[in-house]
């Protein structure tokens, strides 16, 4: 039924402060950083791991999604852009009454209100709060007790997520002292790299055999999923000035110009140095380039974001081709998916570069009132560099610590590491089931299997067309 339109600007669901468009697209913007995590990297995981870990992989995504969520609005939103309990976090609380979810969207510490109700921006948030534990995820694949991270993922939550998100946006001390985190390149991008190296050295490595050969179960797959997260990252940088405007414009082009001259110099690289050109390289520096921009999308010209293009498709390429086998520690720590490369140097190298390339006039459409400016810049730029530094010498600092007593105490009551049998089978010892099992591929079919339906399947005991003496199985869809 269609309202006319003066009933509409009266309507209760349409109160005066609130702005359709910006409500529109920060919805929008939430949903496309929903998809960068499910299905984007829920299928990225799931095609880029070894086939015995395609089903695990996917899973601890798709289990970090949910509980995240649910961990959210029951108290991490407020704890991370709530009241102040302490300067670097907030006062945790539920986000799920009617009163609190329809008014206007307030984060009281920063003094924001966007033009929109506070569903809106609880769920904007999530999304970034989701991806962050899913990102964590890609360094313990392949042999983290899915138990130990069904707990892991609410405890890291509440103790380390959320101090970031309080401390550089939610009204926090780097906050208040004026260290830029436009997006997320700390509080998402620096602390899951950080706190996945942690983790990755507290669970311990694969099995040998999978360290020393792990190649993707499906390339073609992995790209797809690497494509929802590059075209997803519109709505990640695009939403962070919570509004359709001027902001949101310039740090979509920004992350696009990033993330294209960064997979342009790593597949450079690889062709100078290896000879060839990966695919899987071309994705890495497709995922540096998105990282590093982050930090700044929004306050840097887009000249700025293709040297920080080329600086991301280069320093984290040496960090992870050169330096890596090099260093002791590095080699000891088992990685998976080189997220500390990928993220925590990235997302470093995209802070120290915001607090260079930051822009005065771009930085004042952000922040009003203000004098922030990049050391390019000149006046006070030196200052904010050296604000970048200690806002990322403050998350890492957190990060190990808080990683590191979280998994400590999960380990009292539950081994971090599969056991051995469980690592040597993969999938099917884990979970009962497998990526790929499909029929004509010789299993038999087991009705006391877990993941095996009667009503899925059933045996036709009439003459196959196969063959004399062959049984035939049909597929009830």
């Known amino acids: 039924m269609a309202f006319p339109e003066a009933y509409q600007a009266h309507s209760p669901a349409v109160p005066p402060w609130l702005n359709k468009g910006d409500n529109a697209w920060q919805m929008t913007a939430a949903t496309l950083v ?21 089903v695990n992989s ?21 704890m991370a852009f709530g009241d102040q309990l302490l300067p670097f976090w907030g006062k945790g609380a539920p986000a799920v009454g009617q009163s609190y979810l329809i008014g206007r969207a307030n984060v009281p510490e920063s003094k924001t209100m966007p033009f929109y109700p506070m569903a809106t921006l609880v ?49 926090g001390f780097l906050y208040q002292w004026g260290v830029i985190d436009y997006s997320g390149g700390y509080v998402i991008h620096l602390s899951s ?20 050969r792990f190649p993707p179960n499906n390339v073609l797959l992995m790209l797809a999923g690497a494509g929802l997260l590059w075209m997803g990252w519109s709505g990640f940088n695009g939403g962070a000035p919570y509004a359709a405007n001027i902001e949101a414009s310039i740090a979509v082009l920004n ?28 994705v890495q520096g497709m995922m540096t380039g998105l990282v590093c921009i982050t930090p700044g999308a929004g306050v840097v010209q887009s000249w ?32 998976t998916l080189g ?7 990235a997302g470093l190298l995209g802070g120290l570069l915001t607090g260079l390339f930051a822009e005065p006039v771009l930085c004042r459409l952000l922040l009003p009132n203000t004098k922030t400016r990049g050391a390019f810049y000149g006046g006070n730029g030196g200052m904010q560099f050296l604000k970048q530094v200690v806002g ?48 004509g591929d010789g299993e038999k079919y087991d009705p006391t299997k877990h993941g095996w339906h009667s009503s899925m399947y059933s045996e036709d005991i009439a003459p196959s067309p196969y063959g004399k003496g062959a049984r035939g199985v049909t597929i009830n869809l």
């Not at 995504?61 to 949910?66: D, I, K, N, S, T």
Request: charged share 10%; proline share 3%.
């Open 392 to 439: 990322a010498l403050f998350v890492i600092g957190w990060n190990i610590v808080s990683t590191t007593i979280i998994l400590l105490a999960i380990k009292v009551f539950i081994p971090l590491r599969m056991p051995d049998d469980q690592l040597v089978i993969g999938d099917d010892a884990v979970h009962g089931e497998e990526a790929y099992a499909l029929w």
């Open 304 to 335: 700025a974001a293709i040297v920080m293009g080329i600086l991301s498709g280069s320093i984290p390429w040496v960090s992870m081709m050169v330096l890596h086998k090099k260093s002791t520690l590095l080699q000891k720590v088992d990685d």
């Open 255 to 282: 992350t696009n110009i990033c993330a294209a001259t960064s997979l342009l110099v790593w597949t450079s690289l690889d062709v100078v140095f290896f000879g060839k050109p990966s695919v899987i390289g071309a």
């Open 339 to 345: 997220v500390f490369h990928t993220h925590a140097v």
């Open 123 to 171: 769920y904007f948030q999530f999304t970034f709060a989701a991806i962050t534990m899913i990102l964590l995820a890609g360094s313990v694949l392949g042999r983290m007790n899915i138990k130990a991270w069904m707990a892991f993922v609410p405890l890291w939550l509440v103790f380390s997520y959320t101090v970031g998100a309080f401390s550089l946006w939610g009204g």
């Open 34 to 54: 929903s998809i960068q995590s499910m299905p984007g990297l829920v299928i990225l995981y799931g095609s880029i791991v070894k086939k015995k870990w395609a």
């Open 193 to 212: 790299g950080i706190a996945g190296f942690t983790a990755a050295y507290w669970v311990g490595p694969r099995l040998k055999s999978d360290r020393e």
């Open 58 to 78: 996917a899973f601890m995504a798709l289990y970090a999604f949910a509980a995240v969520l649910i961990c959210w609005v029951l108290v991490g939103y407020r």
